[in-house]
């Protein structure tokens, strides 16, 4: 188990380092390239963050079902519900989005194959490895999941922020972008105080 949790502990400061560095790469990169006056880029950008952030959101309302087959600590379990029940509200704030604006379509990612078939066999995975593992090892893997995906919910609200002329739609999905950059925040301050 010591040897487990060392283990994480270097996969966590490799997995910061790498985090940071990307930070001071792309910090002198603008954080929106201009569009050519009546590029249909900026709603398709928009439509495709909405698709891919309504399916990551779909998914992570039941994550807190976990709960009824796997033991956890309560500090884990009580953060978990906390992100599925946010998760849910928002995911059916996009559904009303969709529902008043026919533009916006939630089924179509526009992902190409491989992208989708990778993710299909990283879920497996995933999958397989959270149901076969208990305890502290358990958590780890599960708080370590949750920063992959809040990172991700986080960074595709504020694409679709950038992309969407609708004002109020802009504001809920600024207030999305900053509760999945909180629940990542708190997700990996757990996930450091489990390692030490």
Not at 93 to 101: N, S
Request: overall charge neutral.
């Amino acid at each position: 188990m010591f040897l487990m949790i060392r283990a994480m502990k270097r996969f966590l400061l490799l997995f910061v380092a790498t985090l940071s560095l990307a930070c001071v790469l792309t910090a002198c990169k603008p954080a929106k390239a201009a569009l050519p006056p009546g590029s249909d880029l900026t709603p398709s950008t928009r439509n495709n963050c909405y698709s891919l952030l309504h399916q990551l959101l779909d998914e992570q309302k039941d994550v807190s079902l976990l709960r009824f087959i796997k033991q956890e600590h309560s500090d884990v379990k009580e953060l978990i519900k906390k992100i599925a029940a946010a998760s849910g509200a928002d995911s059916k704030l996009l559904e009303d989005f969709a529902k008043h604006d026919p533009s916006i379509n939630l089924d179509d990612t526009g992902l190409p194959p491989g992208e989708i078939a990778a993710r299909a066999a990283i879920a497996s995975t995933k999958k397989k490895e959270i149901l076969g593992q208990s305890g502290e090892k358990f958590e780890l893997t599960l708080l370590l999941t949750q920063t992959e995906a809040l990172s991700y919910a986080w960074h595709l609200a504020l694409v679709a922020v950038e992309n969407d002329p609708q004002p109020d739609r802009a504001r809920a999905l600024t207030g999305i972008s900053k509760d999945m950059e909180n629940f990542y925040r708190e997700v990996f301050a757990m996930l450091l105080s489990k390692t030490k």
